[in-house]
């Protein structure tokens, strides 16, 4: 079965190639969103256009031989073609791209495109625009709607970043627009957003109350959760360190599991000012039969129990990773228990800070931490 699908811009039927113009003139059945099918000659949208249905999807799994499908600029970056692509690989699917709305921001801005990082907010969490401009990145945002610029520059703020930001609407055709962003603006719901922060932020901040785990000893115990686009379950967020840093390194999202609602609210904060998606459990330990996303890692930085980690290696897949931090005697005596029961390895870390002493200086060592990790084997 070939399934052809056409990139289209607002610069519309003008703007596409004769190859393009002779596909679509060819067709049987065009399938498509109103807006994009308004951009046919009359008489072929009348003879052969057909919207898309609400929902979508059960109308790509029904595509029939030799239809056509419109997409809005390159249907491969973000598109219906990518959809398409995923959802029928049984289809020979041609791809006919035009330019997309990313290129001719890019052009518009005179920014060199391997520069820029892009993100989609339609029907997507925009929380990796604020990881961009904390790394100091230029970034083009494709808008939802009209209302997605106002929504960036509200999430840059409760962030406390600064960037310019720049509306660009109806890219490529008669009726484009290149304005910076005011409140008052009315603006397409066809505009994509571009922002160029106004320096980059420099390391992130943990807002805490003295409950986080020191940043040496963060970053090895991140090292040993392999971070990954999943989800971390992180029990006794306190700030949230561990598990934000660790989403933010693998692009991944946070269950924080807190007992104390104000230390639940800062790690909330906090990530939200990382661009981390995160979820709060208020509580001693999460219900772990509710309905939260499957982890690929575990952190236990406070609350170990036996039943706990029980819990938690019957709930890590294959592969997922458990890490649990100690301080105490009894606590490494559990640890240790643990490892005998479901293996794993430990390790003893007793990190030393240089400090005064007298009219010189002396190593001042911290508690030994220890550290249980676990690997989930297959059964």
Not at 134 to 151: D, H, K, M, N, W
Not at 304 to 316: D, F, P, Q, S, W
Request: proline letters at 6%; glycine letters at 12%; one cysteine or more.
């Amino acid at each position: 079965m070939t399934v052809t699908v056409v990139g289209i811009g607002a610069d519309g039927w003008p703007g596409l190639t004769d190859g393009a113009r002779r596909s679509l003139l060819d067709a049987t059945v065009i399938h498509g969103a109103p807006r994009q099918l308004d951009y046919l000659p009359k008489g072929l949208g009348d003879e052969v256009a057909r919207a898309w249905p609400s929902p979508l999807l059960p109308a790509i799994d029904e595509l029939a031989d030799g239809a056509h499908v419109l997409a809005s600029g390159d249907p491969m970056f973000y598109g219906i073609g990518a959809t398409i692509a995923r959802r029928r690989p049984d289809l020979d699917l041609r791809v006919i791209p035009h330019l997309s709305s990313f290129a001719l921001a890019c052009a518009r801005l005179r920014w060199p495109a391997e520069e820029v990082t892009v993100v989609s907010a339609v029907a997507r969490d925009p929380a990796p625009v604020v990881q961009a401009l904390r790394a100091g990145r230029r970034t083009i945002v494709l808008s939802e709607s009209g209302s997605t610029p106002a929504q960036l520059a509200d999430l840059l703020g409760g962030a406390g970043l600064a960037a310019t930001i720049t509306v660009l609407e109806q890219l490529g055709g008669p009726r484009e627009k290149v304005r910076s962003f005011r409140r008052n603006l009315r603006i397409d719901d066809l505009n994509v957003v571009a922002l160029d922060p106004a320096e980059p932020s420099g390391e992130f901040v943990f807002e805490h109350d003295g409950q986080i785990t020191k940043a040496d000893v963060r970053a090895m115990t991140v090292a040993a959760l392999r971070p990954t686009p999943g989800w971390i379950w992180d029990f006794g967020a306190g700030s949230g360190s561990v598990g934000i840093t660790w989403a933010l390194q693998g692009g991944g999202s946070v269950v924080a599991v807190e007992r104390r609602a104000d230390r639940a609210e800062r790690a909330a904060r906090n990530a939200a000012r990382a661009g981390v998606s995160l979820e709060v459990v208020v509580g001693d330990t999460a219900d772990l039969t509710a309905d939260l996303p499957v982890p690929d890692a575990i952190f236990i930085g406070g609350g170990l129990t036996e039943t706990l980690a029980a819990a938690c290696v019957g709930v890590l897949p294959v592969g997922g990773r458990l890490v649990a931090n100690t301080v105490t005697v009894e606590g490494q005596t559990l640890v240790a228990a643990l490892r005998a029961r479901y293996g794993g390895e430990l390790r003893s870390c007793t990190i030393a800070d240089l400090a005064p002493l007298g009219a010189g200086t002396a190593w001042q060592p911290r508690r030994p931490i220890v550290q249980w990790m676990f690997v989930k084997g297959a059964a």
